[in-house]
């Protein structure tokens, strides 16, 4: 509850509307129940604000935040709501390692994926190693992404991790779930993020467009593991209701909750041929200028991944690197499990 | 998800649609996680479907049905969807019965009601006890609340317990928090319930309200514990939005977790004065006409509990007496927790 009052504090502080104008409440949680005992957050949310605005939780494992911004918005667009606060916390370090990595697989299939002992690491490391072997991507190649990730966040106060590493170093980290290793991995984290949507105010931002999109939970269950077909489907959506193209996007932030997985999403969302997402980073690695910022926050490796918030703080990370960077267009893509569920947002900056 | 699977498939086949026609799905489900070490739902609901439909969770402890009821109503109202399938469903008899009761405590507030040791049972046992020191409610006179609603429940085949009881009978049975009994208490069950909202066909029926409200979530925090301000608030809303007044209601489905709750349900809602709630439960015992049905399914007690399912299948209640009685308008009343969170859908038969 501090973390959700200080996001809560912090986005009405920063926005032009009162507290009292706020007529419904989305709240994005996962683990509640896992890590602190607590369901029933809309109600706990709402008490927070004098005049106890509707509230409600939604629950997309990771992709919690993108679920909670798309029912906003459905909320909006009904008339029932015209200024909804959209909040999303994680409190991970309560518990044991071995509670959290238990706690995290409810975002997997419990029945076909829990009894082969299956954790998340274990599943980004089935789908690194298949990549691997499907493209011929090097353990020195994949390092590239932390690498760059770390170094991104390192001037963002935000981030739980602003130390710079080397690809080396990512290489050298512990093995985890080969052939990932620790610093391939984003962390256990405690957050919160919140954001305010409303039909009644003027803003430098909009939001374009938003979709979600789902598939089958066990990856055992897929065709192939080393694409994400829901992140495809969600992304044409998207672009479509914005009416723009891929071309115009200056700025992602992409759900690199594996190392593995922000290249298979550069792949998805169209940026890169399949097996080509590494050219990119290193582009960024060596500094070269890409066409577009990738995860200019430090993504979920460099700035922590409290689950079921990441999905709206990489909303309003898009909104400061459009400003910084006076462009219009940029894209989150969140995702839940192994993208069982993704829901992908277009923010637009009005004033060029 | 086999609970929930035999609820969607009976929704669709009893409905003029096809599964295809599915453009949205919402999840009602409040103890995944505690229970089935299962989240993330949604996309779980949604592979049940070929065409794998967007598809959320809502959460809202024991009134997640009535919840996921009003998100679905915000995605038809803003035009994003068509036809929703709403489905709820609770597993609840896989574990231990002090697992079940701690699970169960995830909708009170962990910081505030937890270390107290109190359960449901008790926070409710608290409200009898109060509620019968205001207004000199005797234990007689309470047991009758059950036994009318064992009695309503015999000709339910959905109903878990079909066996009339006496009044005595509850008097008799073993005490669960003083004052209330055995008897006083809901079940814990397994079900699932389901229906489909759609913009796109006739239909007998019309949601003609759906609001919902919330309340502090620790009975702490409340000024009273014998009345629940977020009944009289989301109905009065929901009255409202029906153009309609509670004597044009003919059958209320009310959430009697405990029989307590049923007395203060029918004050709240504008039913009877504070303190006169019994008096209709007397007339109901004595077989004496009412102008209204009152948990003619059986309620929670006599239905079971299957918590995040019973909103939802509160409504289907509600159309099959409307249908019997050839009457307009029916109420459902479902909450979360000491009524901290309260939804009221309002239903309407269209050709008498």
Same mark, same amino acid.
């Given at each position: 509850?501090d973390?959700?009052?200080?996001?809560?504090?912090?986005?009405?502080?920063?926005?032009?509307?009162?507290?009292?104008?706020?007529?419904?409440?989305?709240?994005s949680?996962m683990?509640?129940?896992?890590?602190?005992?607590? /369901?029933?957050?809309?109600?706990?949310?709402?008490?927070?604000?004098?005049?106890?605005?509707?509230?409600?939780?939604?629950?997309?494992?990771?992709g919690?935040?993108?679920?909670?911004?798309?029912?906003?918005?459905?909320?909006?667009?009904?008339?029932?709501?015209?200024t909804?606060?959209?909040?999303g916390?994680?409190?991970?370090?309560?518990?044991?390692?071995?509670a959290?990595?238990?706690?995290?697989?409810?975002?997997?299939?419990?029945?076909?994926?829990?009894?082969?002992?299956?954790?998340?690491?274990?599943?980004?490391?089935?789908?690194?190693?298949?990549?691997?072997?499907?493209?011929?991507?090097?353990?020195?190649?994949?390092?590239?992404?932390?690498?760059?990730?770390?170094?991104?966040?390192?001037?963002?106060?935000?981030?739980?991790?602003?130390?710079v590493?080397?690809p080396?170093?990512?290489?050298?980290?512990?093995?985890?779930?080969?052939?990932?290793?620790?610093?391939?991995?984003?962390?256990?984290?405690?957050?919160g993020?919140?954001?305010?949507?409303?039909?009644?105010?003027?803003?430098?931002?909009?939001?374009?467009?938003?979709?979600?999109?789902?598939?089958?939970?066990?990856?055992?269950?897929?065709?192939?593991?080393t694409?994400?077909?829901?992140?495809?489907?969600?992304?044409?959506?998207?672009?479509?209701?914005?009416?723009?193209?891929l071309?115009?996007?200056?700025?992602?932030?992409?759900?690199?909750?594996?190392?593995?997985?922000?290249l298979?999403?550069?792949?998805?969302l169209?940026?890169?041929?399949?097996?080509?997402?590494?050219?990119?980073y290193?582009?960024?690695?060596?500094?070269?200028?890409?066409?577009f910022?990738?995860? /200019?926050?430090?993504?979920?490796?460099?700035?922590?991944?409290p689950? /079921?918030?990441?999905?709206?703080?990489?909303?309003?990370?898009?909104?400061?690197?459009?400003?910084?960077?006076?462009?219009?267009?940029?894209?989150?893509?969140?995702?839940?499990?192994?993208?069982?569920?993704c829901?992908i947002h277009?923010?637009?900056?009005?004033?060029?």
């Amino acid at each position: 509850m501090d973390l959700i009052e200080e996001a809560v504090t912090a986005a009405i502080d920063s926005s032009r509307i009162t507290a009292l104008e706020i007529d419904a409440i989305i709240v994005s949680n996962m683990l509640g129940e896992v890590t602190s005992s607590q /369901a029933h957050l809309g109600s706990l949310v709402s008490a927070l604000l004098p005049h106890r605005p509707p509230a409600i939780r939604v629950e997309s494992a990771c992709g919690s935040g993108a679920y909670a911004l798309h029912t906003a918005c459905a909320f909006l667009e009904s008339g029932r709501a015209k200024t909804v606060l959209v909040v999303g916390a994680e409190k991970m370090t309560d518990v044991s390692v071995d509670a959290i990595a238990a706690g995290l697989m409810v975002a997997a299939d419990s029945e076909e994926d829990r009894p082969s002992g299956l954790t998340f690491p274990g599943i980004f490391g089935l789908i690194a190693a298949r990549y691997m072997h499907e493209h011929g991507l090097t353990r020195e190649e994949l390092s590239l992404v932390s690498a760059v990730h770390h170094r991104n966040a390192k001037g963002n106060l935000f981030a739980q991790f602003r130390n710079v590493i080397t690809p080396e170093a990512v290489s050298k980290s512990p093995l985890v779930a080969d052939p990932l290793r620790l610093l391939d991995c984003s962390p256990i984290s405690d957050g919160g993020a919140a954001c305010i949507l409303s039909t009644n105010h003027e803003s430098e931002f909009r939001l374009a467009a938003s979709s979600i999109a789902s598939d089958a939970v066990s990856i055992t269950k897929r065709p192939s593991i080393t694409s994400f077909p829901a992140s495809r489907d969600a992304c044409g959506r998207a672009l479509k209701e914005a009416d723009i193209t891929l071309d115009d996007l200056s700025c992602l932030e992409t759900h690199d909750c594996f190392s593995i997985a922000a290249l298979i999403n550069l792949e998805d969302l169209g940026f890169a041929n399949p097996g080509e997402g590494i050219s990119l980073y290193k582009d960024l690695y060596e500094g070269k200028k890409t066409r577009f910022a990738i995860n /200019a926050s430090g993504g979920l490796k460099g700035c922590g991944h409290p689950v /079921a918030a990441t999905g709206i703080k990489q909303l309003n990370d898009l909104a400061k690197q459009l400003t910084e960077r006076e462009e219009r267009w940029g894209m989150a893509h969140n995702f839940g499990g192994a993208c069982a569920s993704c829901g992908i947002h277009i923010l637009e900056r009005m004033h060029d």
